[in-house]
């Protein structure tokens, strides 16, 4: 079956500028989970929606947002971009949450959207 | 509160040797703990879980790791390395608490191989 898909790959965006990301788990799943990966500070949680519902947050400006549809494919964007936001964001799907813990297949991530904000 | 430490930033070695990666974990419940590896432009990729079955956790590619309450470590051995294996491994703490999907991650390894 078909894996996590991020769209786009790659992203470049200006200062001060807003930026939607979009993420499609893997069928079926129906939680997922945003990460930012900088060279800096590493892999940093930013959010987790189940059921169109934002269940849990990571310490990021209210700038970062997301949201969740009703066929699981979720969106986070970024407004008023600053130059520290260039980052890699990944995004993780599992059935439920939770379930990626005790599951086989822990949780199943995309390979990304690199943005780089100029 | 959940904390993972991964000592060093590289390692290197040479192919055939031994590969040990170091993770120790701080959690205020029993945790689940994961290895994941990063190859170039590459998502995350799952190697390995501990879900508090089997204190020896076999994964793919030939890694282990084995769960070690008393020292709070989850280190991740392959008996002999290839140069296939060169990428990122990040290991990540997940607190045993039912529905919190929320990683928390080390800053990770670069594992470099020499042939």
């Known amino acids: 079956k078909a894996g996590v898909t991020q769209t786009p790959r790659y992203l470049i965006k200006t200062r001060g500028q807003q930026v939607t990301l979009s993420c499609s788990p893997i069928?079926?799943?129906?939680?997922v989970s945003w990460y930012q990966q900088t060279p800096g500070q590493g892999l940093q949680f930013l959010f987790e929606y189940f059921s169109e519902t934002q269940r849990n947050k990571g310490n990021f400006p209210g700038r970062f947002s997301g949201r969740q549809f009703s066929n699981s494919r979720s969106e986070m964007n970024v407004s008023t971009l600053e130059l520290g936001d260039s980052a890699l964001y990944l995004c993780?799907?599992?059935?439920?949450?939770?379930?990626?813990?005790?599951?086989?297949?822990?949780?199943?991530f995309g390979s990304g959207t690199r943005l780089t904000v100029v | 509160a959940q904390s993972v430490t991964q000592l060093g930033s590289h390692v290197s070695v040479s192919e055939g040797a031994l590969v040990l990666l170091r993770c120790n974990y701080s959690?205020?419940?029993?945790?689940?703990l994961f290895w994941y590896v990063q190859y170039p432009n590459q998502g995350l990729q799952l190697l390995l879980k501990?879900?508090?079955?089997?204190?020896l956790v076999k994964g793919i590619n030939g890694f282990e790791a084995e769960f070690k309450k008393s020292e709070t470590s989850f280190h991740l051995t392959k008996p002999s390395a290839h140069m296939s294996d060169a990428a990122e491994y990040f290991c990540a703490v997940n607190p045993y608490t039912g529905a919190n999907s929320k990683l928390t991650f080390g800053k990770g390894i670069t594992l470099s191989v020499r042939p």
């Open positions: 959690s205020s419940v029993p945790p689940y």
């Open positions: 069928s079926g799943h129906r939680s």
């Open positions: 501990y879900t508090s079955a089997a204190t």
């Open positions: 993780a799907s599992s059935w439920i949450p939770g379930q990626g813990a005790y599951s086989n297949y822990g949780y199943t």
